[in-house]
Every structure is written in structure tokens, then in C-alpha cells.
């Protein structure tokens, strides 16, 4: 356990702080991108891989658009994170690849995979027979995104209480 040693004056004690709550903020985001890959295997990847295609997960496949994003707009930059999609980190559709993510002859619809997924209208359309097809399979009427967010409160609220407490600081 982290301990704050003696503190000379207010100036040190807010480096301290900051530094905790800097080691804080990133193990959550950490915990956090980690929980929602599992998520991940739990509905997108659950349905056994199809036979034209192969899945790259965290290769250029739908793993790999999940990332933390840190935000720089802000006075308190570093403490800012969200989970965020980016598409352009998927492989692009091509003939070698079965035109994976959505492609067809002259589309490419990488950008929009994180919505087409967790819709059940747009995955029937745009997803591989026996792929990620977790929503049409009658077990789950919610996407991905929204089964995730469910809980989610609570889980931070958890792994905040955890990390903290590594530094010796508890609620009250």
C-alpha cells in the first residue's frame, strides 16, 4: 500500500494527490477497457466463427476500435478518459479479408461497425451468417452497448473504492 509521506506544504500535498489520483484514474480505465473486451467475447464474439470469414479480435477486428480515450480540452486533461470506438483501427475491407466489417464493392463501413453490432436490424444486414449475430439469436433483445451500461455505476464505483484504497484512502 502507497502511503503519503509528510507534507510541508499545500503545494506538495496537491503533487501527491495528483499523482494518486492520476495512478487511479488509469487503473480504472485499465479495469475498465479489460471488463468490456470480456464483455465483448460475452455477445460479439459468443457465436461460433463462420466459415468465410476469420475474425481478427484484437488483430484489426472489433477489439482493436475499443480504446481509452483521454481528453485534452479540459484543465483536469489527464483525468478526463471515456471508452470510444474507432473504426480506422479495424482492418479494412478487402477480397483477402472477405470484405470483413461491412465491406461491399466500394464501401467500407469500419466507422460505423460500434452501431451496426448493437442494432438488430443493421447486424441481420451487414453481419456474416453464424457471426455476430447474438442479437437475432432470441436470447438477447439489447445490444452490446446498452447490456454493458447496465451495471456499469456500480462496477466503477467498485474499482474506484479498490484503487483507492490501495493508497490507504477509504470512505468514510
Known amino acids: 500500500m502507497a502511503s503519503i509521506n509528510y507534507i510541508a506544504n499545500s503545494t506538495q500535498l496537491n503533487k501527491e494527490l495528483q499523482t494518486i489520483l492520476g495512478d487511479v484514474v488509469d487503473a480504472v480505465c485499465n479495469t475498465l477497457l479489460r471488463d468490456f473486451q470480456q464483455h465483448l467475447n460475452a455477445t460479439i464474439y459468443a457465436a ?11 488483430n484489426g477486428g472489433f477489439y482493436s476500435g475499443w480504446k481509452i480515450k483521454e ?7 489527464g483525468y478526463i478518459k471515456s471508452l470510444a470506438f474507432d473504426g480506422g483501427a479495424l482492418k479494412a475491407p478487402s477480397y483477402d479479408n472477405h470484405l470483413a466489417h461491412g465491406g461491399t464493392t466500394g464501401g467500407d463501413l469500419r466507422g460505423y461497425m ?35 451500461l447496465r451495471d456499469i455505476d456500480k462496477k466503477v464505483e467498485s474499482w474506484l473504492d479498490a484503487e483507492f484504497k490501495k493508497h490507504g484512502i477509504v470512505r468514510g
Open 114 to 148: 460500434a452501431n451496426i453490432l448493437n442494432d438488430i436490424q443493421s447486424n441481420d444486414i451487414y453481419s456474416y451468417a453464424g457471426g455476430a449475430k447474438y442479437l437475432s439469436d432470441g436470447t438477447n433483445s439489447e445490444g452490446y452497448w446498452t447490456s454493458y
Open 71 to 77: 481528453h485534452q480540452r479540459s484543465a483536469i486533461s
Open 48 to 58: 461460433p466463427e463462420g466459415k468465410e470469414y476469420k475474425r481478427f479480435k484484437e
